[in-house]
């Protein structure tokens, strides 16, 4: 059974450019969340959905972040224009209905803008 | 006011010694959930063991224990008879309110560094 899948595993990008991370959540799960890792702030959780509607974006830093989920299947986040300070890891998890605590973590995209 | 607290930043055990990781938290939802996240070095984050704020046992998952002390308010991690892969970061999380509709923001801890000596 495939985990989350998050693509891609590193990226490299120079500031002002657009970085897109995608997500693929396990088959039939019904959450799927964003969380960025960094030293300083730890792991925060900038959005989640239930069944591709967004329900908390409250954790999302600025307009420059924006986060879709176009099927079941599928979600992106998007940094545009991005900016040194979004360096981080950042992980997509998912979990079943009725089981919502068990988060299941993607690897997490390392992301490093210059 | 922080809501997790993991105190210990890196704690050393032998192989096959049991060892406690200690977590306390804060909240004054009677309904909330405590979670325990394993992260090694490769990165990803692997969901441990879970217990609700009106659970009466201790949640068990193999080796994994929750020492749950509700007067306390803390949920410390028991892992029992240590192994060289039990080497990693470990998260403590909340998340408040129990309920579908409640959310699911999990607030984590700083997290602690254990290292398993062989």
């Known amino acids: 059974d495939a985990g989350v899948i998050q693509s891609p595993r590193h990226e490299v990008t120079e500031m002002g450019q657009e970085v897109t991370l995608r997500c693929k959540p396990i088959?039939?799960?019904?959450?799927l969340f964003w969380y960025r890792q960094t030293m300083m702030r730890g792991l925060e959780l900038l959005i989640y959905f239930n069944n591709n509607v967004p329900i908390d974006d409250s954790g999302m830093p600025e307009d420059r972040f924006s986060a879709k989920m176009p099927n079941a299947s599928f979600s992106t986040l998007k940094i545009q224009p991005s900016e040194p300070r979004d360096s981080a890891v950042y992980f997509c998890a998912s979990s079943p209905r009725g089981h919502r605590e068990k988060l299941f973590f993607g690897s997490g995209t390392q992301l490093s803008v210059l | 006011a922080q809501k997790i607290t993991q105190t210990q930043p890196g704690m050393f055990v032998q192989e096959k010694e049991a060892v406690t990781l200690d977590c306390t938290y804060d909240t004054s939802d009677p309904s909330y959930g405590l979670f325990w996240y394993k992260q090694p070095s490769s990165g990803e984050m692997i969901f441990l063991i879970y217990?609700?704020?009106?659970?009466?046992q201790n949640a068990t998952e193999g080796r994994y224990s929750l020492n749950f002390q509700k007067a306390r308010k803390s949920a410390n991690l028991v892992i029992s008879a240590s192994q060289l892969g039990d080497s990693a970061m470990y998260f403590c999380?909340?998340?408040?309110?129990?309920?579908?509709?409640?959310?699911?923001?999990?607030?984590f801890g700083e997290g602690t560094q254990l290292t398993v000596n062989p």
């Open positions: 999380a909340m998340r408040e309110g129990l309920r579908e509709t409640s959310g699911s923001r999990l607030t």
């Open positions: 217990q609700g704020s009106y659970d009466q």
């Open positions: 088959s039939g799960h019904d959450y």
